[in-house]
Structures are given as structure tokens and as C-alpha cells.
Nanobody, 125 residues
Framework: QVQLVESGGGLVQAGGSLRLSCAAS????????TGWFRQAPGKEREFVAA????????YYGDSVKGRFTISRDNNKNTVYLQMNSLEPEDTAVYYC??????????????????WGQGTQVTVSS
């Protein structure tokens, strides 16, 4: 059993940066592939980024490639999402999700077992 807690969201101007963290308050995240998804009001949940349990492989949604970077520190039981060059379209609630070892599809929400409560990111123009 893994309980995930996201942090680092907030209000930022367009062009700015934020770093989100996903920590395991219970259990260990080090043996879990971890992904970030986001959901804006009235829209479907969207894949943002994912990282293998070892950190050796990363995946990104098309809308964030080149701007966002996912990483992990298994010693700290934490996964990060560095978000640069933020745009108003990035405004959403960001969720982290985890699946032991690897999900069937890194970019599919239904492939993940554990979810955090989400953190709000708001980008003003």
C-alpha cells in the first residue's frame, strides 16, 4: 500500500516555473513506476509525464515535451516534476500516480493503482 502526497503547486505568471513533488507518506515509492496527470475544469484527465521505477526511462505528453522534466530520488522516496515556460493552458489540478514496477501503459490513467489528492497549478497570462 502506498499513499501519495503532492506538493509544490501554486500561482505563477506565464513563462515562470514550478516544481511539483510527489512523496510517499506510507510505503515506498522506489519500486513503483510513477506518473503525473492533470485535469482542467471541464476537461478529461491528461497524461503529463511518467518515469520508470529505476528512473532510467521517462515519457512525456506532447503538450509538455521540452518544457517539463520528470525525475526521482528513490533515497528520498520522492518524484519531481519540474515545469518551465509555463503557459495558461497548463492550469489544472496535477495528480501523481504510482504502479508497482511498471504499468501496462505509462500514459494511461487506468494503468496506475495509487493516486494522490492533487495539487492546483494556476498560470496567469
Amino acid at each position: 500500500q502506498v499513499q501519495l502526497v503532492e506538493s509544490g503547486g501554486g500561482l505563477v505568471q506565464a513563462g515562470g516555473s514550478l516544481r511539483l513533488s510527489c512523496a510517499a507518506s506510507e510505503g515506498t515509492l522506489s519500486s513503483h513506476a510513477t506518473g503525473w496527470f492533470r485535469q482542467a475544469p471541464g476537461k478529461e484527465r491528461e497524461f503529463v509525464a511518467a518515469i520508470s521505477w529505476s528512473g532510467g526511462t521517462t515519457y512525456y505528453g506532447d503538450s509538455v515535451k521540452g518544457r517539463f522534466t520528470i525525475s526521482r530520488d528513490n533515497n528520498k522516496n520522492t518524484v519531481y516534476l519540474q515545469m518551465n515556460s509555463l503557459e495558461p493552458e497548463d492550469t489544472a489540478v496535477y495528480y501523481c500516480a504510482a504502479r508497482h514496477l511498471r504499468p501496462a501503459y505509462y500514459n494511461k490513467a487506468e494503468s496506475y493503482t495509487y493516486w494522490g489528492q492533487g495539487t492546483q497549478v494556476t498560470v496567469s497570462s
